[in-house]
Antibody, heavy 119, light 111 residues
Framework: EVQLVQSGAEVKKPGESLKISCKGS????????IGWVRQMPGKGLEWMGI????????RYSPSFQGHVTISADKSLTTAYLQWNNLKTSDTAIYYC????????????WGQGTLVTVSS | QSVLTQPPSVSGAPGQRVTISCTGS?????????VHWYQQLPGAAPKLLIY???SRPSGVPDRFSGSKSGTSASLAISGLQAEDEADYYC???????????FGGGTKLTVL
């Protein structure tokens, strides 16, 4: 059974760093892309970026380039989303999702990780 | 402002048919990139509903259908049921931005 299991909810202060994770199982982790999607409170879905764990090729949406870092450890079958300087506006639910090609649909999604940034 | 434009809300009575539009441009839907649709129930992760414009994943009822023409796409839901009340999002790829793009989402209310 294909599963994407994300790390638990986080509460952070502005300026802090954070790395959340998405562990894939039940499929060949290195042959599918993993994308990250932001959903701010009461708002819609926003595509952040995507990574191919096979070679760690990462691509970013222009809106998120330079603000986050996407990485993966294929030995752990885990993808990551990282911030170095959190802002209150980063408060959101973050989803990871599997996709076969960059233009293809995301067929499996993680359960989401709630990140709250507040002073 | 989303790259793909959807109506903020639609509604319909049980048993009726509703459609949700998704309007793009020549760099995404009009560039022949496929459109996919997701359903997000309250408090849940999105679920793939329609892929490649008009295909349904296994387990999705045939009450859900998709179409695409020019720079727009549509999701149709027939035989509305209370359980269909959710947010619906279209997705495509934008060649100019070299990135996946979503519509702003449409809230479906079953009256």
């Amino acid at each position: 059974e294909v599963q994407l299991v994300q790390s638990g909810a986080e509460v952070k202060k502005p300026g802090e760093s954070l790395k959340i994770s998405c562990k894939g199982s039940g499929y060949s982790f290195t042959t599918y892309w993993i994308g990250w999607v932001r959903q701010m409170p009461g708002k819609g879905l926003e595509w952040m970026g995507i990574i191919f764990p096979g070679d760690s090729d990462a691509r970013y949406s222009p809106s998120f380039q330079g603000h986050v870092t996407i990485s993966a450890d294929k030995s752990l079958t885990t993808a990551y989303l990282q911030w170095n300087n959190l802002k209150t506006s980063d408060t959101a639910i973050y989803y990871c999702a599997r996709t076969f090609r960059r233009v293809a649909p995301s067929d499996y999604w993680g359960q989401g990780t709630l990140v709250t940034v507040s002073s | 402002q989303s790259v793909l434009t959807q109506p903020p809300s639609v509604s319909g009575a049980p048993g009726q048919r509703v459609t949700i539009s998704c309007t793009g441009s020549s760099s995404n839907i009009g560039a022949r990139y496929d459109v996919h649709w997701y359903q997000q129930l309250p408090g849940a992760a999105p679920k793939l509903l329609i892929y490649d414009n008009n295909s349904r994943p296994s387990g999705v009822p045939d009450r859900f259908s998709g179409s695409k023409s020019g720079t727009s796409a549509s999701l149709a839901i027939s035989g509305l049921q209370a359980e269909d009340e959710a947010d619906y999002y279209c997705q495509s790829y934008d060649g100019l931005a070299d990135s996946v793009v979503f519509g702003g989402g449409t809230k479906l209310t079953v009256l």
